[in-house]
Structure formats: structure tokens, C-alpha cells
């Protein structure tokens, strides 16, 4: 009988992604679709960026970093290939630098135009939904929950 070699396994061992971070957007918000839209065309199918649309019923936070929905949709997040999660300005300043426009973020790196363009994004993420014609988050997540799960209070899972 031959001897399996412990060097030589049958589990495959895991790949790292192909893309360089996994950017999280509200398919449903319009001025993120159109700048999404913009970052894939800047990607141009090299898959440094991959897109997850957290408006998708199929939207799985485990496979996301454990961003759940509204969580995802209070503040953009992004998941680096090494699990870590980022979110808020952090956001555009590595995908911008992964799609070679770094420049377009590097002042915000500086510290006190950083605090306060960090600032203005939260004016922003907290203002968002109103200024694109959108319920609140209490009602988009309520919506969802009644979308997704039945009755007896069984909800559907992503697949």
C-alpha cells in the first residue's frame, strides 16, 4: 500500500483574491452607481476593484467583511483581500490609488485637510439618503427585513 507523503495534501490550498479591494456601494443610491460606474470603467475589466452592490437581496455581509446591510448603508466600506475592513473616506483613497488616481485623494492625506475632508463626508453619509430623494435608514432597512423574510419570520438567505 503506498504511504501518502505528508508534504502532498489533498486540500487545495486558499488563493488570494485577484482583486486588490472589494468595494461596498448602494446600488440603489444614484450618485453612487454613477460614480461607481466611473471606477469600472477606470478599472476597465483588470479586476483590481471588485464591486458589491449591498442594495442586492443576494448581499451576504459574511462574505463581505461581516458588513451587515445597514451597517453598509449608513457609511461606504470597503474589504481589503486580507479581510480587514475599511470604510468612510479611507475608501476612496485606496481605490482611487489601486485604479492609479491616487492624486486625486492625496491632499486628504495631510492632517488637517484630512480631518476635515473626513468631516465633510460625514455630513455627506449622514445626509445622503434625503438629498437623493430616499427614505430614512430606519425605513429602507425595515423595508428590506419585510422584502426578505416571510411571515412566520423565516427570512430568505443570500446564496
Known amino acids: 500500500m503506498p504511504?501518502?507523503?505528508s508534504s502532498q495534501s489533498t486540500t487545495p490550498l486558499p488563493t488570494a483574491p485577484s482583486w486588490k479591494i472589494k468595494l461596498l456601494y448602494d446600488g440603489e443610491c444614484p450618485l453612487c452607481v454613477r460614480e461607481v460606474?466611473?471606477?469600472k470603467r477606470r478599472d476597465a475589466g483588470r479586476g483590481r476593484?471588485?464591486?458589491v452592490d449591498i442594495a442586492d437581496d443576494a448581499y451576504d455581509p459574511e462574505s463581505n467583511g461581516g458588513v451587515d446591510f445597514e451597517t453598509a448603508m449608513g457609511r461606504i466600506h470597503a474589504v481589503l483581500p486580507d479581510g480587514t475592513v475599511i470604510q468612510n473616506l479611507e475608501v476612496f483613497r485606496r481605490v482611487y490609488e489601486v485604479l492609479d488616481m491616487g492624486w486625486i485623494?492625496?491632499?486628504?492625506?495631510?492632517?488637517m485637510i484630512g480631518?476635515?475632508?473626513?468631516?465633510?463626508?460625514?455630513?455627506?453619509a449622514d445626509r445622503r439618503l434625503a438629498l437623493t430623494g430616499r427614505p430614512d435608514l430606519k425605513t429602507i432597512v425595515?423595508?428590506?427585513?419585510?422584502?426578505?423574510?416571510?411571515?412566520?419570520?423565516?427570512?430568505r438567505l443570500p446564496e
Open 49 to 51: 476593484v471588485a464591486f
Open 115 to 124: 480631518k476635515i475632508a473626513d468631516w465633510l463626508y460625514g455630513l455627506w
Open 105 to 111: 485623494y492625496a491632499i486628504t492625506k495631510l492632517p
Open 37 to 39: 460606474n466611473f471606477l
Open 142 to 155: 425595515a423595508d428590506r427585513q419585510n422584502r426578505l423574510c416571510q411571515p412566520e419570520g423565516r427570512c
Open 3 to 5: 504511504s501518502l507523503d
